[in-house]
């Protein structure tokens, strides 16, 4: 059998499944001016072997939550355009408003497998994105939230910050 062909037609292109982005638009941008960085040639893709090159150049133990919120984007193929990394980054943050996309969340923080938010997880993880808080200021805003009545929030309690139930 041969196919019909009909001038001047041309075959449905088939589009992307559509993705419920939960990003707010400052995250947006920075997930913009992050894959910049990684589409070195500016040709719109990255590849995920650039990706990989760029995280093990900035070392794991510098910024582990990088690493684990990018995990798994070889999985998204050869060429990775910006929609499909958003797609990427927005999945591996899940639902804000969800104790399991919440929970996503905190194991970004959580390298140490604790189950909270402790000081020197928030430290790294302020340092990592450039935040310029002291120690004794993150201390100080971590023990106004907290349930523990210390610089260490639990679940339950990132939870109500992150659904904005708590204004600390």
Same mark, same amino acid.
């Given at each position: 059998?041969? *196919? *019909? !062909?009909?001038? $001047?037609?041309?075959?449905?292109?088939?589009?992307?499944? !559509?993705?419920? %982005?939960?990003?707010?638009? =400052?995250?947006?941008?920075?997930?913009?001016?992050?894959?910049?960085?990684?589409?070195?040639?500016?040709?719109?893709?990255?590849?995920?072997?650039?990706?990989? +090159?760029?995280?093990?150049?900035?070392?794991?133990?510098?910024?582990? /939550? %990088?690493?684990?919120?990018?995990? $798994? %984007?070889?999985?998204? $193929?050869?060429?990775?355009?910006?929609?499909?990394?958003? $797609?990427? !980054?927005?999945?591996?943050?899940?639902?804000?408003?969800? *104790?399991? #996309?919440?929970?996503?969340?905190?194991?970004?923080? =959580?390298?140490? #497998?604790?189950?909270? %938010?402790?000081?020197?997880?928030?430290?790294? !993880? +302020?340092?990592?994105? #450039?935040?310029?808080? /002291?120690?004794?200021?993150? +201390?100080? +805003?971590?023990?106004?939230?907290?349930?523990?009545?210390?610089?260490?929030? /639990?679940?339950? =309690?990132?939870?109500?910050?992150?659904? *904005?139930?708590?204004? #600390?």
């Amino acid at each position: 059998m041969s *196919k *019909k !062909v009909v001038k $001047g037609k041309e075959p449905a292109k088939q589009s992307k499944p !559509v993705v419920d %982005i939960k990003l707010t638009e =400052d995250e947006i941008k920075d997930c913009k001016e992050a894959f910049d960085l990684f589409d070195l040639d500016s040709s719109g893709t990255i590849d995920p072997k650039e990706v990989q +090159a760029a995280l093990n150049s900035l070392g794991r133990d510098q910024s582990p /939550t %990088i690493f684990r919120l990018l995990a $798994g %984007i070889e999985e998204l $193929g050869a060429e990775i355009d910006f929609d499909s990394f958003l $797609g990427h !980054v927005n999945d591996r943050l899940g639902n804000r408003e969800s *104790k399991e #996309g919440v929970q996503r969340i905190l194991d970004l923080f =959580d390298a140490e #497998g604790t189950g909270h %938010i402790t000081l020197k997880a928030l430290t790294r !993880v +302020a340092r990592e994105l #450039g935040e310029s808080m /002291t120690e004794e200021e993150l +201390a100080h +805003a971590l023990e106004r939230i907290s349930s523990l009545g210390s610089p260490e929030l /639990t679940f339950e =309690d990132f939870y109500k910050v992150m659904t *904005k139930k708590v204004y #600390g």
